[in-house]
């Protein structure tokens, strides 16, 4: 399974951006589609998910209040709504699916590619 990350850009500080994720297919209920981040030199980070099913939501600290995982209008897409955005906030967002909650890269079996975030101050 290979989703694709896209909406990425370049943005400056305290603007908006929103990701979109798609699945090659049906997402199921019982799956859970994440967020990851990996800024240059650093470790890979959870930044959020969302459990289809229930539509339950979970953040990083960073992300709450500024960040926000939904279902997308699409039944195979997961949106990342990402305001007020920090020069920090810059790196390639990879969206991820597992099917038991976790805020680990080893916790999820299928990634997508990747899109760029870029926050310039």
């Known amino acids: 399974v290979q989703l694709q990350a896209f909406g990425g850009g370049l943005v400056q500080a305290g603007a908006s951006l929103r990701l979109s994720c798609t699945a090659p297919?049906?997402?199921?209920?019982?799956?859970?589609m994440g967020w990851f981040r990996q800024a240059p030199g650093k470790e890979r980070e959870f930044v959020a998910a969302?459990?289809?099913?229930?539509?339950?939501?979970y953040y990083a600290e960073f992300a709450k209040g500024r960040f926000t995982v939904s279902r997308g209008n699409a039944a195979n897409t997961v949106d990342l709504q990402m305001n007020s955005l920090k020069s920090e906030d810059t790196a390639i967002y990879y969206c991820?699916?597992?099917?038991?909650?976790?805020?680990?890269?080893?916790?999820?079996?299928?990634w997508g590619q990747g899109t760029q975030v870029t926050v310039s101050s």
């Open positions: 969302i459990r289809w099913g229930t539509r339950n939501t």
């Open positions: 991820a699916r597992t099917t038991c909650y976790s805020t680990t890269v080893q916790g999820y079996d299928y």
């Open positions: 297919g049906r997402i199921f209920s019982s799956s859970i």
